[in-house]
């Protein structure tokens, strides 16, 4: 079995401020990890993912996630917030297979102020 | 974009009735991923198709949910009888890349009176 658990609905930032998205994984194997973003009324898009090749993982839009076992911690950190990431962010695992399911964490709304 | 197309973008239906939601992933990709957003459960996994094997239909919430994948290509999501906690969005995904990621479509938004 595989869930996460993202440790806070909302989050809100002042632009050029550090961000701090948390989430914690279970999953009965090696797991691959992701991080998506949606925002509103837009699809969902991939951030970034681990895969076991490294445990710090750069993504896109300068976003980063640092993968520990020992925390089962995979959060998703930026330095310097801007306006244009206010979204909701999922962070989702997958366990076993490499195409296997995907399970959603519930999400964190990013909000950004000026 | 995602190389993902799913239609129609919007649809409205009332209770009761029948409803086919379609996805179209570029051609190349073998798996094919149905999920659905709603405000009350979140993102759920539905079914998925990998090449010739039988789908994955665990996900699928009541035998009133089908999906069939033709040709290796286009998919298609059938609800039967609809009801109101049906209204959600419904996502397709295709995998790809080096680690089968998921590409997600812009989703149909279902709205069931």
């Known amino acids: 079995a595989q869930s996460v658990t993202q440790l806070d609905s909302h989050v809100s930032v002042s632009e050029g401020t550090p961000v701090l998205l948390r989430c914690n994984y279970s999953s009965s194997y090696s797991p691959s990890l992701f991080w998506y973003v949606q925002h509103p009324n837009k699809g969902l898009q991939l951030l970034l993912k681990?895969?076991?090749?490294?445990?710090l993982v750069k993504g896109i839009n300068g976003f980063e996630a640092e993968f520990k076992k020992s925390e089962t911690s995979f959060h998703l950190t930026k330095p310097s917030a801007h306006m244009s990431d206010a979204a909701e962010y999922f962070c989702?695992?997958?366990?076993?297979?490499?195409?296997?399911?995907?399970?959603f964490g519930q999400g964190t709304i990013l909000t950004v102020h000026p | 974009g995602a190389g993902v197309s799913q239609s129609p973008s919007n649809k409205v239906t009332e209770k009761g009735k029948d409803v086919e939601l379609r996805c179209d992933p570029i051609s190349g990709h073998t798996a094919l991923y149905w999920y659905r957003q709603s405000l009350g459960q979140g993102l759920e996994f539905l079914i998925y198709f990998q090449g010739n094997s039988a789908p994955d239909k665990s996900g699928l919430p009541s035998d009133r949910f089908s999906a069939e994948r033709t040709g290796g290509s286009v998919s298609t999501l059938t609800i039967q009888r609809t009801q109101q906690e049906d209204s959600a969005v419904y996502l397709c995904?295709?995998?790809?890349?080096?680690?089968?990621?998921?590409?997600f479509g812009p989703g149909t938004r279902l709205t069931v009176l």
């Open positions: 989702v695992v997958r366990s076993g297979t490499s195409y296997g399911k995907l399970t």
């Open positions: 995904a295709r995998g790809g890349g080096s680690y089968n990621e998921q590409f």
């Open positions: 681990y895969t076991s090749a490294a445990t």
